[in-house]
Every structure is written in structure tokens, then in C-alpha cells.
């Protein structure tokens, strides 16, 4: 199994407000974040931070998790404690007030993926049979789409497109979506912030997943990609290959 993560500014942004990485237990299993904050005066890095350092610092801590239920419970636990701490710390630093963040976080063991998120960064499995998205976005245009209200094409470019129902860190607890799915042997996982998944269609993410290359290298052509369609959005995003080179987990 091998992993990497990448942020990027985009073009029009003038900091950047998401955070992430990909990180490793005591037996070597991954776990991969990506978060995009929200929020005035810069609240937003704070958020998106905090809560990735916060995932991270308990993950490095844990030994194994040798079930999707184990898993689903770790996610659960883990999240919505740290969705505790920044709505603490959003009611006592006034600069951070109404500050939250996306998230979507996902647990790589050889034979699963457990897959948690809030608000519209997303996670998809690229194997055998397609590229599919396994979260489903907490958003006001989202829910337009699913009640047919609005088209899928229509809402691409909705003027509330941004606007979520869910994120976290804004309420004191929050409801957090949590999927298992299988693992093969070449299968790929990627989370991504709306920077991406706005400008780079599934079409384009299996051409470039599945092309020639190092992981790296594909992961900077979907941010190349993006920044070259607008990249008005930061962009972050985190690739895991279920390959043959294992490091345990």
C-alpha cells in the first residue's frame, strides 16, 4: 500500500484554507484526511488544522484496527471529539467564531477502506469496474438534486453551491456518515477537497489515475489540472494504491 497528499493555493485564493496528509499507526495501517475550513479572518485554516492534527495525533497512538467495525467506531469516536474542540475553541477565541470545516477521513487496511466525512469534500474507489463516489455531499444543492429539484447538470453551477448543511466545528455535536467497502489488490482511494472534484470530472480522474507515472506525479496532475480549468478554490487531495508493495495493515 502506498499513499501521498497534496495541497495546493489554486490561482485566485490568497492563503490557503485547507489541511491534510496521510498518516500511520503502530502496525502500519493509513489513515487519510483531507479538510477544507470555512470562516472569517482566517478561521478556516484554524478550523481545518486543528482537526487534522487532531485525527492525526490519536491515530499515530493506535495500535491496530483489525475490523471495518472497529473502524467505523474509531471514525465515530475520534471525529466527533474533535468536533467538540473546535466549537470550544470557537466560543472562546471571538476571531474564530462561526469558523468549521469539512472533512472526510478514511482507514486503509489491506482488505477495506472505512470511510468517514461531513460536509462536501469527497471520497472515491477507483477499481475493476469504474470509479465511484462513496460520500454524499452534505450540501443545499445536493439536497435539490436528491428531492428533483434541481438536475445534476444545473447544479454545477449553482450560485448556492458552496452553501453545506453539515461541516464541522459549528454546532456542538454533528452527525457523522460513515461507509465500509472492500479493498482489492490495485484498487486506488481518493479524498479531495471541492477544489478538485469541481474542476476535474471522473472521466479525467480515472485517465489519471490509471495512466503512466508515480503516484506523485499523479496527484500533481489533478492539481494541475484544476489550477489549469480556474483553480479558484484551494485544492487538496490524497491518493492511496492498494498495490503489491504492502507495508503492513
Known amino acids: 500500500m502506498r499513499a501521498v497528499f497534496r495541497t495546493d493555493i489554486g490561482q485566485i485564493r490568497e492563503h490557503n484554507e485547507d489541511s491534510g496528509g496521510v498518516f500511520v499507526n503502530q502496525s502500519g495501517q493509513y489513515l487519510a484526511v483531507v479538510a477544507d475550513g470555512m470562516g472569517g479572518h482566517r478561521a478556516g485554516d484554524v478550523a481545518s488544522s486543528m482537526a487534522v492534527a487532531y485525527l492525526q495525533e490519536r491515530w499515530e497512538k493506535e495500535s491496530s484496527l483489525a475490523s471495518p467495525a472497529e473502524a467505523e467506531q474509531w471514525l465515530k469516536t475520534q471525529i466527533a471529539a474533535a468536533n467538540e474542540q473546535l466549537f470550544r475553541h470557537a466560543c472562546s477565541h471571538p476571531e474564530c467564531q462561526g469558523m468549521g470545516t469539512t472533512v472526510v477521513a478514511a482507514v486503509c487496511a489491506n482488505s477495506f477502506a472505512t470511510v468517514a466525512h461531513i460536509g462536501d469534500s469527497r471520497c472515491y474507489v477507483l477499481n475493476k469496474s469504474g470509479i465511484q463516489q462513496l460520500t454524499d455531499d452534505h450540501s443545499l444543492v445536493n439536497e435539490l ?98 498495490s503489491a508493495e504492502r507495508e503492513g495493515g
Open 145 to 242: 438534486v436528491k428531492s428533483g429539484q434541481l438536475s445534476k447538470e444545473a447544479a454545477e453551477h449553482h450560485p448556492r453551491k458552496n452553501v453545506l448543511l453539515r461541516a464541522l466545528g459549528t454546532e456542538p455535536a454533528v452527525k457523522i456518515d460513515v461507509k465500509t467497502v472492500a479493498l482489492d489488490e490495485g484498487d486506488m482511494l481518493l479524498l479531495c477537497s471541492d477544489g478538485l472534484s469541481n474542476k476535474v470530472p471522473e472521466a479525467d480522474m480515472i485517465h489519471i489515475l490509471t495512466g503512466a507515472g508515480t503516484l506523485e506525479e499523479k496527484a500533481e496532475a489533478l492539481i494541475q489540472l484544476a489550477n489549469g480549468r480556474g483553480g479558484e478554490d484551494n485544492i487538496s487531495l490524497a491518493v492511496i494504491d492498494v
